[in-house]
Every structure is written in structure tokens, then in C-alpha cells.
């Protein structure tokens, strides 16, 4: 079993930055695919980003591109999502999830493990 902890959610300013960490617990997520997703109030929950395993590849959303990075530490069983120039649009729950698979994947289905969820709010 698996038990993923998110965190560095918050208030910011639109233009500004955070930088959220996904942390795993109960067994190695190392050969884990990672993804981060995100639940807007009212909206469905929607892909974000993904990593694979290694780290070698990376998968976002179009609106993000550019603005965001997702990253592991696999020594140390994290995940992390550095946003920046956020907009208010990016205001969400982000929620952290890993699939039992080295590859990232796009569709919710495919991921076991879900967080609990860090709230992002960016003011205009």
C-alpha cells in the first residue's frame, strides 16, 4: 500500500510561484509513473503533469506548459510540481496520484494512489 501526502499548496498572487510536494509513504513509489491532477470547484478533476519512473519523461496539460515542471527525488520517495506565473484559472485542488506502471498517463483511471489534495488559490 501506498500513502501519498501533498503539500505546499497556499494564497498567492497571480504572476507568482509555488512549489507543491507529493510525499510517499508505506512502500517506494521508484518505479512508479507520477502524476499531479487538479479539481477546480464545480469542475471535473483534470490531468496536470505526469513523470515516469526515471524522470526521463514528462507529459502536460497545454495550458501549463511552459509555466510548470514536475520533478521526483526518488531517493527520497517525493514528487514535486514547481508552478509558476500562475493564473487565477490555476486556482484548484491539486491532488498527487502514482500508478503502479513506469510509464505517465493522462486518464485518472489509470492511477492507484491518490493524496488527499493541497488547495492552490491565486488571486487576480
Known amino acids: 500500500q501506498v500513502q501519498l501526502v501533498e503539500s505546499g499548496g497556499g494564497l498567492v498572487q497571480a504572476g507568482g510561484s509555488l512549489r507543491l510536494s507529493c510525499a510517499a509513504s508505506g512502500r517506494t513509489v521508484r518505479t512508479y509513473a507520477m502524476g499531479w491532477f487538479r479539481q477546480a470547484p464545480g469542475q471535473e478533476r483534470e490531468f496536470v503533469a505526469a513523470i515516469s519512473w526515471s524522470g526521463g519523461s514528462t507529459d502536460y496539460l497545454d495550458s501549463v506548459k511552459g509555466r510548470f515542471t514536475i520533478s521526483r527525488d526518488n531517493a527520497k520517495n517525493t514528487v514535486y510540481l514547481q508552478m509558476n506565473s500562475l493564473k487565477p484559472e490555476d486556482t484548484a485542488v491539486y491532488y498527487c496520484?502514482?500508478?503502479?506502471?513506469?510509464?505517465?498517463?493522462?486518464?485518472?483511471?489509470?492511477?492507484?494512489?491518490w493524496g488527499q489534495g493541497t488547495q492552490v488559490t491565486v488571486s487576480s
Open positions: 496520484a502514482a500508478r503502479r506502471v513506469a510509464a505517465p498517463h493522462r486518464a485518472i483511471y489509470e492511477y492507484d494512489y
